[in-house]
């Protein structure tokens, strides 16, 4: 089973960039999904983005498509999420977590990371 480390979160004010990473140990990312999840207070966990490992392939939500990029080093068997133009709605614990398909229903995914905060203030 994939054991996944998230970095990069904080404390930003609106406007600003972050740069979360997800990193894998156990065993690599290979055919695997990597996605992005948000949680905040009160609210379901939400889709943000997700990459296809093998073939590079992207999706992300509508409420971020154009402000966030998903990426991946093939090296460091890391994926990245970096969030520009955040706003006080970004504001939320991230999560990354690895799957068999590109799907955006969590229930699908098999290895969870520990969560990240992020706080955007106004």
């Known amino acids: 089973q994939v054991q996944l480390i998230e970095s990069g979160g904080g404390l930003v004010q609106a406007g600003g960039s972050l740069r979360l990473s997800c990193a894998a140990s156990?065993?690599?990312?290979?055919?695997?999904?990597v996605a992005w999840f948000r949680q905040a207070p009160g609210k379901e966990r939400e889709f943000v983005a997700a990459?296809?490992?093998?073939?590079?392939?992207?999706y992300y939500a509508d409420s971020v498509q154009g402000r966030f990029i998903v990426s991946r080093d093939n090296a460091k068997n890391t994926v990245y999420l970096q969030m520009n133009s955040l706003e006080p709605e970004d504001t939320a614990v991230y999560f990354c977590?690895?799957?068999?398909?590109?799907?955006?229903?969590?229930?699908?995914?098999?290895?969870w990371g520990q969560g990240t905060q992020v706080t955007v203030s106004s």
């Open positions: 977590a690895c799957g068999p398909a590109l799907t955006t229903t969590p229930n699908l995914f098999h290895s």
């Open positions: 990459i296809y490992w093998s073939h590079g392939g992207t």
């Open positions: 156990g065993r690599t990312f290979s055919n695997y999904a």
